[in-house]
């Protein structure tokens, strides 16, 4: 995989990147590892993904494109050493961080034959969470393979969907039974939503189906509308590929509104109502519709609203500090956006930097290059930890900002190797896979 020469001043700009990755990474490897994260201010470690050693896998690949030798040795060495946890770990989380990250640091040296085998260990030991009428449950207990539904009893449609991982353990492997198990859920999924001609309420329960009543593309949802684009078009699955069509029409014309001629919101819809609330989570999307687009999966016109519903995920930003909140309303007196006391807090999240990627691979309009580098500068300025490393803030409309004491490992995974690839101008193939935490699947 092949990277572009940037020109001035991008090419620094994707340097400063790279100082922040390693700086992220030294912060959690001095005082965290092998914990799961960094907790910046007290300086220690939590695990707050089974003890899984979640950081050190999120930032393989990224430590590799930003070629930090040393540094990636160290999370290469930490990887290996995981073990199958002895405690119950969310399916999801560890397929997308844990596995997802030892897949991309395969993609980027496919001899690493050491990494793909401690691939294919954690991903057989994820299978128990699987069953043969295609449901998948929320937790596993890796180490014995004790199966459980986490105790609201039911899983998301986001947690439920992993095809790209588990079609790549398979090709990888030459394991069928991965991508078997992955590809049972997706189809009940699929069929569930009448192959893409409704989208999907979040929550799934093993003998009622489809319930409860919120219809979003932020939280729960997110992920599963992306992995039928790129589980489905992207590797060539027709009727997923058509079921993300038709799903693509489905929010085009039940949840979007307009705010103005250049941005448009995504609404939530509960009990078939539209809700005017929008989480930051959902700015994956227009890099999504971008993408698309560019492909042909999708007509043109959705690169024109990709491009208008990154417009309001780039105004998220338009705030004092620069940063995002976790989610936004939608005013009814016409145009703007409104940010509730309880949403103020910034996680550090990757959305719009994905999709600024997208959308500048797919138009090669400079514009969201500068969009990119003004939300890094705002994290760079307000995201610091005293200390080392990067924290998530309280409230980013109140300067001085307020740490909190966690570094999410997607900060290394996704946040700044989006980043990075903007600047870089990272040459991505046509039918690149990256997974909903940023890992390559192939190249
Ligand atoms: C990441 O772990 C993944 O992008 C996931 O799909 C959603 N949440 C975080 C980032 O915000």
């Known amino acids: 995989m092949a990277s572009c020469e940037a020109t001035p001043p991008w090419s620094a700009r994707a340097a400063a990147v790279c100082e922040w990755v390693r700086e992220s990474w030294q912060a959690y490897h001095s005082a965290a590892a092998p914990r799961d994260t960094l907790a910046p201010i007290r300086r220690t470690g939590r695990d707050d993904f089974g003890g899984l050693r979640a950081t050190a896998h999120d930032a393989l690949d990224t430590l590799r494109l930003c070629r930090l030798e040393a540094e990636y040795a160290e999370a290469r060495a930490l990887a290996l050493g995981t073990a199958p946890s002895d405690q119950f770990v969310n399916v999801f989380e560890t397929t997308i961080r844990v ?31 699987f069953s043969d009428d295609g449901f998948v449950v929320s937790d596993v207990r890796m180490s014995t393979g004790e199966a459980r539904q986490a105790p609201w009893g039911a899983s998301s449609v986001s947690e439920a969907m992993l095809t790209p991982e588990f079609r790549a353990l398979s090709r990888l492997t030459g394991d069928a039974r991965f991508a078997r198990a992955a590809n049972a859920a997706a189809d009940r999924l699929v069929a569930l939503s009448g192959n893409g001609t409704r989208l999907l309420p979040v929550m799934w329960k093993r003998h009622e189906g489809l319930t409860g009543n919120r219809i979003t ?37 039940t949840l979007f509104a307009r705010l103005d001629a250049n941005a448009t919101f995504v609404d939530e819809l509960v009990d078939g109502a539209r809700q005017p609330k929008m989480d930051h989570l959902v700015c994956f999307l227009p890099g999504t519709l971008a993408w698309a687009a560019h492909l042909g999966v999708l007509d043109d016109d959705y690169l024109g609203l990709a491009a208008s519903v990154f417009e309001t995920c780039r105004r998220m930003h338009d705030t004092p ?60 300025t307000h995201a610091r930890a005293p200390s080392g490393g990067f924290c998530s803030v309280d409230d980013m409309l109140a300067t001085p900002t307020t740490c909190r004491d966690e570094m999410p490992s997607y900060w290394l995974a996704e946040t700044l190797k989006y980043a990075y690839m903007t600047f870089a101008d990272h040459d991505v193939g046509r039918r690149v896979v990256l997974n909903t935490e940023g890992h390559f699947l192939s190249n």
Request: charged share 30%; hydrophobic share 45%; glycine share 10%.
């Open 99 to 129: 596995v997802g990250g030892l897949l991309g640091a395969v993609a980027l040296d496919p001899d690493d034959v050491a990494l793909r085998d401690k691939a294919r260990e954690l991903g057989a030991a994820l299978l128990p969470a």
């Open 217 to 253: 593309l932020g939280a729960r949802g997110d992920s599963y509308y992306e992995y039928l684009f790129k589980g489905g078009c992207l590797l060539g699955v027709e009727h997923e590929c058509t079921a993300f069509r038709r799903a693509a029409a489905a929010m085009r014309d």
């Open 321 to 380: 500090t620069g940063l995002a909140a976790e989610i936004a309303h939608r005013r009814d007196d016409g145009g703007g956006l409104r940010i509730a006391a309880a949403d103020r807090h910034n996680l550090l999240r990757p959305e719009t930097l994905e999709s600024a990627f997208w959308l500048w691979k797919a138009t090669r309009d400079e514009h969201y290059r500068h969009a990119s580098w003004r939300i890094v500068e705002a994290f760079a």
